[in-house]
């Protein structure tokens, strides 16, 4: 059967967004915009041999299945784990299973990954490359997978309404071990993809110089036409030809970008702004501490309180040793005037923490003294 001509303006997916800041929204993406996201895979982040295998660890309904036209362009095949889901065990297996195999994770799922791979002892022979991304990747995980995994982990950031392609860290990026900013840029989510333009902005448009933080805005074949049914949010997300992604975040001298959290995420406490991520990341360096997600609270005095909800690893962390942790490494007024210990964080299919959840717990507590 002969290929359908299309249009290439024509609608080809409504791709709802994951809906950690609100409701989900369904993002119109083109057959054009599509192609431009493939393009962009094969020029910034990876080669697909046509022997190769991309590997359905994560929801297709998200990145993986974005993927799916990578690996189609080159006639390449699909795995999908029988479980239909993500378990360690099961990936560990289907990579000595099958060779060339890349796949997309959560940050989250990379990190459950490595830890099964150390502990198993095995070197997940089959694996090409894991493209991470939809969600923070901080420092002390992307140095545990990297060691359990080797050089193999490439990171995209991306948004469904620009999808997979805004920025990339290639894997030469990551094993740059010589380079003397070398950890800054493992922090950063990479340098501008070829099919995009990307700009750092203030609320009244100008674009910010390097080192300044502001809104990331991007435009180009690939960004959406809007989203579906809802000219409200789609005129508040597409202004003067750019996509405002609600994402804070600042570029260096060399063009690396950083993210420092989602605009609607940031605390503001006493005047001064804090990133919630800034602070997460110190708390990982803690042995007790498995996982980190920090939120702001109403407060009559500051404004905003930070707080901290920790997954232990283990027995609970003396909050004195975090409070130290947190005074040796960033500013006092950063520091979480709380920790609460929870033995799991609220999360979405993707695996992205659900911060409006932890919000709601903390509104739903009875009010008391910051401890």
């Known amino acids: 059967m002969p290929l359908a001509e299309a249009d290439a303006g024509a609608l080809a997916w409504l791709f709802y967004t994951s809906g950690t800041t609100g409701r989900p929204k369904g993002a119109m993406l083109s057959h054009r915009n599509l192609a431009q996201m493939t393009f962009g895979y094969f020029s910034d982040v990876d080669d697909v041999a046509p022997d190769g295998r991309l590997l359905h660890a994560a929801p297709m309904s998200h990145g993986s299945g974005l993927y799916t ?14 479980s239909g889901g993500f378990e360690a065990g099961e990936v560990l297996d289907l990579l000595e299973s099958h060779a060339s195999v890349s796949f997309f994770a959560a940050p989250t799922m990379v990190k459950r990954l490595a830890e099964a791979a150390i502990a198993r002892g095995a070197p997940a022979t089959g694996l090409q490359t894991i493209v991470y991304g939809g969600g923070p990747m901080y420092l002390e995980d992307l140095r545990l997978a990297t060691a359990a995994l080797g050089p193999r982990l490439a990171q995209i950031y991306g948004q469904g309404e620009s999808p997979m392609t805004i920025t990339a860290l290639s894997k030469r990026h990551h094993a740059d071990h010589a380079h003397p900013r070398h950890l800054e840029r493992l922090q950063s989510v990479g340098l501008p993809q070829s099919a995009v333009e990307v700009t750092v902005r203030d609320p009244a448009g100008r674009a910010l110089p390097a080192g300044e933080i502001g809104e990331v805005c991007v435009r180009g074949d690939v960004v959406m036409s809007g989203y579906w049914r809802d000219p409200q949010a789609s005129a508040a997300a597409l202004r003067d030809g750019w996509l ?3 994402d804070l975040g600042a570029f260096d001298g060399d063009g690396f970008l950083t993210l420092k959290d989602r605009s609607k995420d940031l605390i503001v406490s006493g005047g001064s702004n804090i990133y919630p991520r800034e602070v997460e990341e110190v708390l990982l360096r803690h042995a007790g501490v498995a ?3 920090v939120v702001g ?14 997954v232990a ?3 609970a962390p003396d909050r004195a040793e975090l409070d130290r942790l947190c005074l040796d490494h960033i500013a006092r007024f950063k520091r979480p005037k709380e920790y609460r210990f929870v033995e799991r964080l609220p999360k979405n299919n993707y695996g992205k923490v659900v911060k409006s959840e932890l919000r709601a717990m903390l509104g739903a507590a009875a009010p008391g003294p910051l401890r």
């Open 69 to 82: 036209f990578t690996h189609l362009a080159k006639a390449a095949a699909q795995v999908v784990p029988e």
């Open 244 to 246: 405002w992604t609600g």
């Open 291 to 293: 996982e980190a997600s």
């Open 297 to 310: 609270r109403p407060d009559p005095e500051w404004g905003e309180a930070v707080v901290a909800f920790i």
């Open 313 to 315: 690893r283990g027995a």
